[in-house]
């Protein structure tokens, strides 16, 4: 497989600086009309979006997500902290303020399937803003309620992501992925028979 979807997904990675130059606000909505076509359980479409760059809203997002990952790390042990510490992770998120743009993914907690469907609308964002140039990660706070509170979203919406948008800063090397020979198996468990690699 050379297709183009492949090339995205495999140049693709996770950015935590950015550029404080200003996004495209048309790469932003094609990437939200690649969501918008995602599967969903019935057909619910559980996700709702709200464009962030107002810069004292942004502040505001910041130091709620960041009260939650104080109380997080706080918490933390063993291996999951030793990996945090590791890759260099912390409880500041200046991401949240230095992007220029964020994209907040409320989930309708009623719809069926209402998690899995929020996430495969969000994987075609991802691409869809490779293909555009932009970056992201999909940022996930320790403590939800804090920066929805900021939202004044219904009470029927979860927080599932916050994504901050721009031209990545990052010179951080994309993490290695397992191969295919590692994660796929043929009929049952135990068949390691390999499949033809791309």
Same mark, same amino acid.
Not at 1 to 19: D, H
Not at 54 to 61: A, N, T, V, Y
């Given at each position: 497989?050379?297709?183009? %979807? @492949? #090339?995205?997904?495999?140049? +693709? #990675?996770?950015? +935590? #600086? $950015?550029?404080s130059?200003?996004?495209?606000?048309?790469?932003? %909505?094609?990437?939200?009309?690649?969501?918008?076509?995602?599967?969903?359980?019935?057909?619910?479409?559980?996700?709702? $979006? %709200? @464009?962030?760059?107002?810069?004292?809203? #942004?502040?505001? %997002? +910041?130091?709620?997500?960041?009260? *939650?990952?104080?109380?997080?790390?706080?918490?933390?042990? *063993?291996? $999951?902290?030793?990996?945090? @510490?590791g890759h260099g992770l912390s409880q500041r998120k200046p991401f949240l303020e230095e992007a220029p743009l964020l994209v907040v993914v409320l989930m309708d907690r009623s719809a069926p399937y209402a998690k899995e469907s929020v996430w495969v609308a969000i994987g075609f964002i991802l691409l869809a803003l490779e293909e555009s140039g932009l970056s992201t990660l999909p940022y996930t706070p320790s403590n939800t309620r804090y920066p929805l509170d900021e939202l004044d979203a219904p009470p029927e919406y979860a927080l599932e992501a916050i994504l901050p948008i721009g031209y990545s800063e990052d010179k951080k090397q994309k993490e290695t992925k397992l191969s295919l020979d590692e994660i796929v198996r043929r009929n049952k468990w135990g068949d390691r028979r390999v499949y033809p690699h791309p």
């Open positions: 497989m050379t297709g183009s %979807i @492949l #090339k995205l997904a495999t140049s +693709r #990675k996770t950015a +935590r #600086k $950015f550029s130059a200003p996004v495209p606000m048309e790469a932003v %909505i094609g990437a939200l009309e690649a969501a918008r076509q995602a599967p969903s359980g019935a057909n619910r479409q559980p996700w709702r $979006f %709200i @464009l962030v760059d107002d810069p004292e809203l #942004k502040g505001r %997002i +910041r130091r709620a997500s960041e009260r *939650g990952e104080r109380e997080m790390y706080e918490k933390v042990t *063993g291996e $999951f902290r030793e990996w945090l @510490l």
